[in-house]
C-alpha cells in the first residue's frame, strides 16, 4: 500500500491541540490529516466541497482501513500524501500515507469515499469531471 509516487502532497505541522496527554499525535487525528489532504486536493483542482454542494453532490467516507506505525509529535513537520487506488463509478478509493521529514512512513490508509446525492442522500456517480481530476492529475 507504501506509495511511490504520490500524485498530490499536503504539507502539515503538528500543533498542541493535535496531541494527547502523552505528547503524541491523538489517533483520531490521523483521520483529519487525510482529510484535509484531500480536501486540498479537490481545492488544487479548482473544485470545492461548497461548489459541489450546491450540485447537491457530497462526498461521505463509506470504509477506511488505516494502520499506525510509528508516532507524530507536537511540533513535527509532516507531509500527508494521496493517490487514487480505486476509481469506481460512485466511489474512489484514495491510498493514504503521513510521513515525516525522513520518509519515515507513520500512518496509512486505504479509505473508500462514496459520492451521494446530497438532497436524496443516496449514492450518484461522480460527474466525469472529478474522476478525471482525480485519475489524471500530475499535482
Known sequence: MDISQ???EFPITVYFEDTDAGGMVYHANYL?????CRSEWL????MSHSSLREQNISFVVRHVDMDFLRGAYLEDH???????????KASLTFCQEIVNPD???LCKAM???????????????FPQKIIMEFTQSDR
Request: aromatic fraction near 8%.
Open 6 to 8: 504520490p500524485v498530490f
Open 32 to 36: 483529519r490529516y487525510f482529510e484535509r
Open 43 to 46: 481545492i488544487q483542482m479548482g
Open 78 to 88: 509532516l507531509l500527508v500524501r494521496a493517490s487514487i487506488a480505486i476509481a469506481k
Open 103 to 105: 520518509g519515515d512512513i
Open 111 to 125: 479509505i473508500k469515499v462514496a459520492c451521494i446525492d446530497s438532497k436524496k442522500m443516496k449514492p450518484r456517480a
